[in-house]
């Protein structure tokens, strides 16, 4: 969601009345050399198996594709060739969407699901994420007690 | 009772803990945030309806100095056009009232003006557009921006790739056997 769509959901938003929740924003400290290639290939493969209509052949075969290109990234600096061997590549168009289903699938899935009754609205733009929360958070051991 | 930025920092603290390669910056606020380039406000009205509005406009960064191209830079002639309209098109499409977009549309003439445009031509771009015409703007920029047809699949171009073409005719071939 880019921030123009944002705008409409910041008009159809009712906040509670008065208002003293939180408004918390988020940012991933640089995440595009962060993604490890490993876990956002997996990750890629869960997503394929939970959203998509495609064979297993299909999905493998993405996969397969995916780690070549996440895995053959060549920077040429002063004569030199150097292999990027952290993370992922930023500027390729491949990236954005392995970065935004590594933040769904690895970072956000549990916690949303977690949280959700403590979460009035919740929107994420690649690495920002911006929560607005109402509720008190309780703990599980609070709870009980 | 108002809720504590403890609740923020546990909140950070429980996604950071999902993976051991992720690291957030964290911002807590109660009435205020930035988001993307938008700059969010909260608000108590009392009328003439008692609500809590949320008001939003663009957000720049401290460091940004309106530095735009130059009037007599070497660029098309359409070039400074372009970017008055598109900037206009974007100040009223992310304010939540018209006197936010008034007020960034005048440093908006200011910053062309300091970069040597005349007034005349400033005037003729920023009448162009008015408020009048943001719902237009903002449903046309919400459109899907991949065209779909019907039964699925969406509409794109191909060509032939020269380099791998001349690979596959060499006898590069992609292993795809999986594992």
């Not at chain 2, 999902?18 to 108590?44: A, H, P, R, W």
């Not at chain 2, 960064?61 to 830079?73: R, V």
């Amino acid at each position: 969601m880019d921030s123009l769509a944002y705008t409409r959901e910041l008009d159809n938003l009712i906040l509670p009345m008065p208002w003293t929740g939180l408004i918390v924003c988020l940012d991933v400290v640089a995440l595009y050399p962060s993604i490890p290639m490993k876990d956002s290939l997996q990750a890629t493969l869960q997503f394929l198996k939970e959203n998509t209509p495609l064979p297993n052949e299909a999905q493998l075969m993405i996969i397969k594709i995916m780690e070549w290109v996440v895995s053959n990234k060549y920077i040429e600096h002063e004569n030199s060739i150097y292999h990027q061997v952290d993370g992922i590549v930023m500027g390729e168009a491949l990236s954005v969407m392995v970065a935004n289903i590594f933040m769904y699938k690895v970072v956000e899935e549990k916690i949303l699901h977690k949280w959700r009754d403590y979460i009035l609205h919740y929107v994420r733009y690649v690495d920002v994420i911006l929560s607005w929360q109402s509720r008190h958070y309780k703990h599980k051991s609070s709870k009980m007690s | 009772m108002a809720i504590t930025t403890l609740q923020a920092q546990e909140f950070k603290n429980e996604l950071t803990a999902q993976s051991e390669f992720i690291n957030f910056y964290n911002g807590c606020y109660t009435n205020k945030s930035d988001f993307l380039d938008l700059q969010i406000t909260v608000m108590q009205e009392v009328w003439p309806v008692a609500r809590t509005r949320i008001d939003y406009r663009i957000y720049r960064k401290p460091g940004n100095t309106l530095a735009y191209l130059c009037a007599d830079s070497y660029h098309a002639s359409h070039a400074p056009y372009g970017m008055i309209v598109g900037e206009l098109i974007r100040y009223f499409t992310k304010s939540s009232r018209r006197e936010y977009y008034i007020q960034d549309a005048q440093m908006l003439y200011h910053a062309f003006r300091n970069r040597g445009y005349t007034h005349r031509m400033l005037i003729q771009r920023l009448g162009h557009l008015d408020w009048s015409k943001r719902e237009f703007y903002s449903a046309k920029g919400l459109q899907p921006k991949i065209r779909h047809i019907p039964g699925g699949g969406a509409v794109f171009n191909t060509q032939i790739d020269p380099v791998m073409q001349m690979a596959i005719r060499e006898g590069f071939k992609l292993n795809l056997n999986w594992r």
